[in-house]
């Protein structure tokens, strides 16, 4: 069974740092790319950060610079360091195992998603 719990979220002020971190459990975290996402109300989810399983990165244009996603494989776990964060980074943040075409990468899942308010 897939899992995905996030963890880290939290009320900032703006400036401020946050960290959010991913466990996950039920698939081969090391062969998986893996997301972070978020959606603030009124609005679609986006994509923050993505992670190849090689460690490569990419991230939206809005948080480069910012933020930085990164992988620990012997606890399968990814992270997400958000600094100098603004209001506008105020969402429901989510991580995501993204869907591969190769064996053990299969399907796309989601974790429950923990809040970031950022005040001004």
């Known amino acids: 069974q897939v899992q995905l719990v996030e963890s880290g979220g939290g009320l900032v002020q703006a400036g401020g740092s946050l960290r959010l971190s991913c466990a996950t459990s039920g698939f081969i975290f090391s062969i998986n790319a893996m997301g972070w996402y978020r959606q603030a109300p009124g609005k679609q989810r986006e994509l923050v950060a993505r992670?190849?399983?090689?460690?490569?990165?990419n991230y939206a244009d809005s948080v480069k610079g910012r933020f930085t996603i990164s992988r620990d494989n012997a606890k399968n776990t990814v992270y997400l360091q958000m600094n100098s964060l603004e209001p506008e980074d105020t969402a429901v943040y989510y991580c995501?195992?993204?869907?591969?075409?190769?064996?053990?990468?299969?399907?796309?899942?989601w974790g429950q998603g923990t809040q970031v308010t950022v005040s001004s």
């Open positions: 995501k195992k993204e869907a591969g075409t190769t064996w053990g990468t299969w399907g796309a899942y």
């Open positions: 992670i190849s399983k090689a460690g490569s990165t």
